[in-house]
């Protein structure tokens, strides 16, 4: 396993300085969970309410739209990872026509989730791009399989979702890629995560990651195990990650690394939240042994000294909600 060193990188005092200038001071309070606050002042341009900021190489990240959003741009046009909830789409839209100064429309789409949140806008988004081998239709939609099977439903029922949110090209391997702009995407199956479908895409030239919300700054993961999802799964989706990037010199900057939410970052705010993570599920796998009930769990505050950073009260983010799916997800035969 890598060495991880902790530090605060060129890329975080950019954040801070940047938060102090609007105001964004408790920008990965729970409560700011909604949105996240840019990584870096450079490159930052202002659409609305969101904010436009650019990451290195090709790629760029768009805050407050919910979900962080990412777009690669190129004499190509422009590829999007998420498209965030349908209301905040014609904003993002327009958010994005500002930086992709191709003159050629969105090409690829892809999901790194089934939640709404990450790709309530794929209608929309397809809709104002085409696919490259035939300009007639709209630009394609990518995610894994299982994301599909979540979004649609047998012949008969009613599905969950409108079918023009669908993804319309799917992978069923490990991995998927993709050469757009000049540049190597590699795309990544993150099984039983967040959820059973879950995907990180990894730009290989421009060094970005966008972990979709296996990876937060903002609380502790959200873990859907009625969709498949799992804390060992997280914890194995972390730790991808970390494989995949590569720290600069003295340990700073490197892979950047886009969040589900919150702040821009680098591999060692990832190692840092793996090991929070880890660190709670051995205990609560610790109190699964010894018999205790999940009230009992609760009660022993197993995540304390998380707590004032990650921890949230009420909802799904909550530290209960966390606590609970972590000890099910243990308690299902020990191996989730």
Partial sequence: MKAHVMRVTGAVVAAWA???????????????????????????ADGGDLRVVHVQGNVHMIV?????????????GALVVDTGPAASADKVLAAIRGINTSGRPIQYIINTSFHDDHNGGNEAFSKAGRRLVDPGEGAPILAHE????????????????????????????ASKELYFNGEPVQI?????????????????????????????T??????????GGSINGVINGLNHILDLAIPGN?????????????????????????????IIRDRVQDAVKKGMTLAQVKAARLTLEYDGRYGATPGPASTDAFTEAVYKSLSAGGKK
């Fill in 218 to 227: 903002t609380t502790y993961p959200v873990i859907d195990l009625q969709a």
């Fill in 18 to 44: 940047l938060m102090a200038f609007v105001g964004l001071r408790t920008v990965d309070s729970p409560a700011y969970a909604q949105g996240g606050a840019p990584g870096r002042a450079n490159g930052a």
């Fill in 64 to 76: 407050g739209a919910g979900p962080n959003l990412a777009v690669q741009v190129g004499p190509e």
């Fill in 146 to 173: 299982d994301t599909l099977k979540r979004m649609t439903a047998p012949s008969g029922s009613v599905s969950p979702r409108r079918t023009g949110d669908w993804p319309t090209d799917t992978y069923f391997e």
């Fill in 188 to 216: 990544f199956h993150e099984p039983a995560a967040i959820t059973d479908g879950d995907s990180v895409v990894f730009f290989r030239h421009s060094d970005v990651i966008v972990t979709g919300d296996i990876f937060l």
């Fill in 250 to 278: 003295h340990q700073e900057d490197g892979t950047l690394i886009v969040p589900g939410r919150g702040r821009l970052c680098d591999e060692s705010e990832v190692a840092n939240y793996r090991d929070m993570v880890t």
